[in-house]
């Protein structure tokens, strides 16, 4: 992987080791020379991720629609900041600068992006490793969910298993750096997002 999209919250959570392990991920990153691509803030978890890949000397590109420019605090010393229309044109343009995606700690917004790159994993639109970094087990119960789901009939063992999952941070990057894709045929075409 040359650089991973990160989506995470803009809050910070109750617990410091949200921010704590934000930030060894992107130290981590910044170290293996890989390029930090996430939603462009300075607050929350997502301010600590970017603050541990800058003071690292690596290499950081926000993304962020012009909308949440006015309510969210932008950060204005990354790499590149990248201002886009609207939502769905920043979770493409995400996509189309990395090859990984992690999920950190985060709310609605953080599943909603890891969702929709799960699904388009799903239909065979990229074949990136995805990785959640479960800190303090706090994906523990939709990881339930999921494998629910596959129980009931609903989502296929095969697209479970390749959500990769670790507690720790070069776990995570470890198992992402091995990570052979499935051979999926392509149902649509990125044009048709």
Same mark, same amino acid.
């Given at each position: 992987?040359? !650089?991973?999209?990160?989506?995470?919250? !803009? !809050?910070?959570?109750?617990?410091?080791?949200?921010?704590?392990?934000?930030?060894?991920?992107?130290?981590?990153?910044?170290?293996?020379?890989?390029?930090?691509?996430?939603?462009?803030?300075?607050?929350?978890?997502?301010?600590?991720?970017?603050?541990?890949?800058?003071?690292?000397?690596?290499?950081?590109?926000?993304?962020?629609?012009?909308?949440?420019?006015?309510?969210?605090?932008?950060?204005?010393?990354?790499? +590149?900041?990248?201002?886009?229309?609207?939502?769905?044109?920043?979770? &493409?343009?995400?996509?189309?600068? !990395?090859?990984?995606?992690?999920?950190?700690?985060?709310?609605?917004?953080? &599943?909603?992006?890891?969702?929709?790159?799960?699904?388009?994993?799903?239909?065979?639109?990229?074949?990136?490793?995805?990785?959640?970094?479960?800190?303090?087990?706090?994906?523990?119960?939709?990881?339930?969910?999921?494998?629910?789901?596959?129980?009931?009939?609903?989502?296929?063992?095969? +697209?479970?298993?390749?959500?990769?999952? +670790?507690? +720790?941070? &070069?776990?995570?990057?470890?198992?992402?750096?091995?990570?052979?894709?499935?051979?999926?045929?392509?149902?649509?075409?990125?044009?048709?997002?």
């Amino acid at each position: 992987m040359k !650089s991973v999209v990160v989506f995470c919250g !803009s !809050s910070e959570g109750f617990e410091n080791v949200f921010g704590e392990q934000a930030y060894v991920l992107g130290k981590t990153l910044a170290e293996k020379n890989r390029t930090l691509v996430y939603g462009g803030a300075k607050i929350g978890v997502m301010g600590k991720v970017a603050q541990g890949a800058l003071e690292n000397k690596g290499r950081v590109i926000g993304v962020i629609p012009e909308f949440l420019k006015i309510k969210e605090v932008v950060h204005e010393n990354l790499s +590149d900041l990248i201002v886009t229309q609207n939502m769905q044109e920043r979770k &493409l343009k995400m996509h189309e600068l !990395s090859d990984g995606i992690v999920m950190l700690p985060g709310g609605f917004g953080t &599943l909603e992006e890891f969702f929709e790159m799960l699904t388009w994993s799903q239909l065979g639109l990229h074949q990136y490793p995805i990785g959640v970094l479960n800190i303090n087990g706090f994906y523990d119960e939709l990881l339930q969910m999921l494998w629910k789901m596959v129980g009931m009939g609903f989502v296929k063992e095969t +697209d479970y298993r390749s959500i990769l999952v +670790d507690d +720790d941070v &070069l776990g995570l990057l470890q198992k992402m750096d091995d990570y052979a894709p499935k051979p999926v045929p392509k149902w649509i075409n990125k044009e048709q997002l």
